[in-house]
């Protein structure tokens, strides 16, 4: 049996990606049995799975951070490893392990690489691999033209930003977590499980990829001049020191809100306040490259 590969034709690069995964799959030597391009995540549910009744080694997925989630969700703790072929707009997953994005090179990771195992959370039963939010993100993703994506990238955030920032209203929101609760008004509230979010952005300075914990930041406050102090320190991965920014890390927590308001999980706005969230620690397996061997001193 040969390997497979399954590509989200929505995602933004998804229209050409499924040739250049077949192109360059044959010049590393790798025999793909399947390559299609899926519509829905039904489709791709039943190709993850038939991959792990034959024991593939590993799968190639091509898609967002949404879409990576869903697999991971299929994926984990079956024994067959996750082929990340990033064609997403921010590609988080992807810049936090530190893979290319580039579809030739990616495949030429699964090629050449190794599956390592690599932390997952879990929300309300549904699994990411990347950050959930709250508030301003979530207006921001309604904000996005899915049109404008495609064609001009990660500047498509910057218009929904500002669409946003006007529609947004404050809330109450408690977070439960390391058994203390905290409370304060906020517009804004993030839980990683690696390293950033947003495309460019960390979630905390000290957040790590496979540490078995979610990093957590929140602004404490709606401001407009606090949301540019928060929007500049961003820019610099110091905006942890702020004092009207919350920080915090946990294996677990719970999270309401005043009234409900809607999270989003990779991206993608899909349950409602209140939540509870997990750390899976090393529950997925990824191929990437192989590591390298430190010298020995002479």
Known sequence: ????????????RGHVAKGEVASAAADFGLALETCEAVVDLKELAAGLRAAIAEKDPYVFVGGGDGTLGFAAQILKNSGTALAVVPLGTGNAFAQDLELPVDVRAAVQVAATGTPQPVDVGVIEGRTFVNFISCGLPVAIADSLDSRQKRTIGRLAYVS?????????????????????????????????????????????????????????????????????RLFLALLIDRHTELPDVFHGRTENFKFKTSRPKRVAVDGEPVVKTPVEARIEPGALLVMQPVPRQEEEPI
Request: positive net charge; without cysteine.
């Open 1 to 12: 049996m040969g390997l497979k590969a399954f590509i989200n034709s929505r995602s933004r």
């Open 160 to 228: 929904a930003f500002f669409r946003a920032l006007r529609e947004m209203r404050p809330f109450d929101a408690t977070i439960e977590l390391n058994s203390e609760s905290v409370t304060f008004e906020t517009i804004l509230v993030v839980a990683g499980v690696g390293r950033r979010h947003a495309g460019p952005f960390v979630v905390a300075p000290d957040a790590q990829r496979n540490d078995g914990q979610f990093t957590i930041y929140a602004i404490t406050g709606s401001g407009r001049g606090q949301l540019l």
